[in-house]
């Protein structure tokens, strides 16, 4: 899928400077490249302690709001 770039002046009348639009293709093909060539898999497996500490309180705070809502609205007559 071919793209082009478009090229585009920001205040005409004050600066003579282009600036190039990025466009979605560029965006998209910079991430894959980023996936594909760095170590980001690795720099998540070394935090994973934290990561898994992180979730576990997301969890129990989630429980703790929603248990008590939930019963609250069940037995709401």
């Known amino acids: 899928m071919a793209t082009e770039v478009v090229t585009f002046s920001r205040d005409i009348q004050e600066h003579n400077t282009e600036h190039k639009a990025v466009t979605r293709s560029s965006y998209l093909r910079r991430f894959r490249y980023f996936i594909e060539h760095s170590n980001w898999d690795e720099v998540i497996l070394s935090h994973e302690g934290l990561i898994d500490g992180m979730c576990?309180?997301?969890?129990?705070?989630?429980?703790?709001?929603?248990?008590?809502?939930?019963?609250?609205?069940l037995f709401m007559r």
């Open 56 to 73: 576990i309180v997301i969890l129990v705070a989630a429980s703790v709001y929603l248990i008590p809502l939930t019963l609250a609205m």
